[in-house]
C-alpha cells in the first residue's frame, strides 16, 4: 500500500537551516513565500524533470516489446516476448516506487511476486503473463508517457518564465550592451515593436515574475498529485493481493493463539487437577490398606480425599470457564460478563445492550476480551471501579472497558495488551488504548457482528 511519512513529507522544509533560531523564523513565513525555496517543491520539480526521459525509454521498449511479441504470436517465438516485455515494465516499477519514495516521500509496497505452479522458463512465461500486476506495470508505463511530457512542458515553462522575469531588472542592461535593442521585447511586427525598457515596465515585469514564481510550486505539487494517483493506483499491490496477505497473517496469528491456548490448557490439567487426582488415587490406596487396621485412620484419610476431589472439580471448573463458560453458551454475554465482574478485585457495572446474540465465535472473543481487560484491572490498574459496556454500531459489535487506576497502558509494549490487539486483528477487530499517565484508562475493542 502507499504511505507518506512525516512532516512536510519526511523532509525539513527548510533551505538547510539547522538553529533553532533560524528554523523558527524560517517556518514564521507564509507558506506562499516559503514554497519556491523549500527542500520539497525542488525534489518535485526534479520529479518532473526526471519524468520526460524515463517515460520516453519507457514507453518505446513497451510499445515495441508488446508490438513484436503480438506480431510473433503465430509462432512460438511471441509468448518469450510478451513475457520479457512485462518483466521490464515490472522492473521499471521497481525504479519508479523507489523514485517516488525518494523525490515524493511515497512509499509504496511492492506488488505480489510471480506464482509459479511449473518450475523452469515455462512456468516463468506463465507466471509472468497471468500475472495482473505485470499488466498493471505495462498500463502504467502507457499512461505515464503523455501525462510526462505535459506536466514537464508546463513545469519547466512556468519555473523558467517565473524565474527570469523575477531576475529580469538584474540582466535587463544586457540587451542594449550586447544585443543593440532597448530591453526585452514584449511585442514586435514590421512596423512597430514593444520593449520593456522603462522602471515602470522592469517594475511590472519582476511583479509578474514574482507571482509566476510563487506559483509554480503549488501548480508543480498538483502535478506531482497525478504522478502520486498513477504510482500508487497501478504499481502498488492490488486489494485482494492486500487482503490475502492480511489473512495469511490473520490466520497465522489464529494458529499460534490455538496453539499457546492449548499448551496452556495442557499445562493447567497436567500441573494442576491431573496432579491433584493422582495424589487422590495414592490416598484412597492409602486408606484401603489402613481401613481393616485402623478404622479411624481410614476415615481421616478419606475424609481429607474428599477435600481435595471438591478441589479437583473447582480447578476443572475454572479450566472449562477459560476454555468457553457454561453460562455464556446458556445465558449469553450480559450473564456471562457480569460473572466475570463478580470475581474482579474492584467493584464493575455491566451493561450490554444488545438486540440480539452474536455468532458464537464472536460472542466468544467477546467474553475473553472483557475477561483479559478485566483481569488487567485487577492486577495492574490499582484502581476503585471499573465498567463495561458492550453495544452494537450497525455491522460492529462495541466493547469498552473503563477503570479510574493509574493508567499507563500501552499496547505497543509488548504486554498482553499486544497479543489481545493481535487476536481481535485475525477476526477484523481492533483494540484501541486511551490510558494517559495517572489515568483514567479506556480501552474500546470494535469486532465484526455476525449474528447467531
Known amino acids: ?65 508488446m508490438s513484436l511479441g503480438a506480431g510473433l504470436l503465430v509462432t512460438f517465438l511471441g509468448v518469450p516476448v510478451l513475457a520479457a516485455g512485462l518483466a521490464g515494465c515490472r522492473g521499471l516499477g521497481v525504479l519508479e516506487r523507489a523514485r517516488a519514495r525518494g523525490l515524493l516521500g511515497l512509499d509504496v509496497a511492492a506488488p505480489e511476486p510471480l506464482r509459479r505452479r511449473k518450475q523452469g522458463p515455462l512456468g516463468w512465461m506463465g507466471a509472468t503473463l497471468k500475472s495482473g500486476a505485470s499488466w498493471r506495470h ?40 550586447y544585443a543593440g535593442q532597448d530591453g526585452l521585447q514584449l511585442y514586435g511586427d514590421e512596423t512597430h515593436r514593444v520593449y520593456l525598457d522603462n522602471p515602470f515596465e522592469i517594475t511590472v515585469t519582476a511583479l509578474v515574475g514574482l507571482l509566476l514564481t510563487l506559483a509554480t510550486p503549488w501548480i508543480v505539487r498538483a502535478l506531482t498529485l497525478v504522478d502520486r494517483l498513477l504510482v500508487s493506483g497501478l504499481l502498488a499491490p492490488s486489494r485482494l493481493a492486500t487482503r490475502v496477505v492480511e489473512l495469511e497473517s490473520d490466520r497465522g496469528v489464529v494458529i499460534d493463539t490455538a496453539a499457546a491456548d492449548l499448551r496452556r490448557i495442557e499445562r ?13 488415587a495414592m490416598d484412597l490406596g492409602l486408606a484401603k490398606e489402613k481401613l481393616a487396621e485402623d478404622p479411624q485412620e481410614a476415615a481421616r484419610m478419606v475424609g ?8 479437583a472439580l473447582q480447578e476443572l471448573r475454572d479450566l472449562a470457564r477459560g476454555i468457553h463458560p457454561a453460562v455464556l453458551t446458556d445465558r449469553g454475554l450480559d450473564a456471562a460478563l457480569s460473572s466475570v465482574a463478580s470475581r474482579c478485585t474492584v467493584p464493575v457495572q455491566v451493561e450490554v445492550d444488545l438486540p440480539a446474540r452474536p455468532a458464537p465465535a464472536i460472542e466468544g472473543i467477546a467474553y475473553f476480551t472483557v475477561s483479559e481487560l478485566l483481569q488487567n484491572v485487577s492486577k495492574h490498574a490499582r484502581a476503585t471501579q471499573a465498567g463495561v459496556d458492550v453495544w452494537r454500531i ?59
Not at 503523455?146 to 542592461?173: E, I, K, M, Q, R
Open 138 to 177: 505495462l498500463l502504467y508505463t502507457l499512461l505515464h508517457f503523455p501525462w510526462a511530457v505535459f506536466a514537464f512542458s508546463v513545469a519547466v515553462t512556468l519555473w523558467v518564465t517565473g524565474w527570469t522575469l523575477l531576475t529580469y531588472p538584474a540582466w535587463c542592461w544586457v540587451f542594449p550592451m
Open 304 to 311: 481429607e480425599a474428599h477435600g481435595e476431589v471438591k478441589t
Open 1 to 65: 500500500m502507499a504511505t507518506e511519512y512525516g512532516r512536510g513529507y519526511g523532509w525539513d522544509d527548510g533551505p538547510g537551516f539547522r538553529g533553532e533560531g533560524a528554523g523558527e523564523r524560517w517556518h514564521r513565513l507564509p507558506a506562499a513565500l516559503r514554497a519556491p525555496i523549500e527542500l520539497r517543491s525542488l525534489r518535485e520539480f526534479a520529479y518532473l524533470m526526471l519524468n520526460l526521459p524515463i517515460s520516453v525509454a519507457a514507453f518505446a521498449f513497451a510499445v515495441t516489446m
Open 268 to 280: 493447567d490439567l497436567h500441573d494442576g487437577a491431573q496432579a491433584r487426582l493422582v495424589a487422590l
Open 394 to 452: 450497525e455491522n460492529r459489535l462495541m466493547i469498552q472497558v473503563v477503570d479510574n487506576g493509574v493508567g499507563g497502558a500501552d499496547v505497543s509494549s509488548g504486554s498482553g495488551l499486544s497479543g489481545l490487539a493481535e487476536r481481535l486483528g485475525a477476526v477484523d477487530g481492533v483494540l484501541v488504548v486511551d490510558s494517559p499517565v495517572a489515568g483514567p484508562t479506556r480501552v474500546t475493542a470494535e469486532l465484526p457482528w455476525r449474528a447467531a
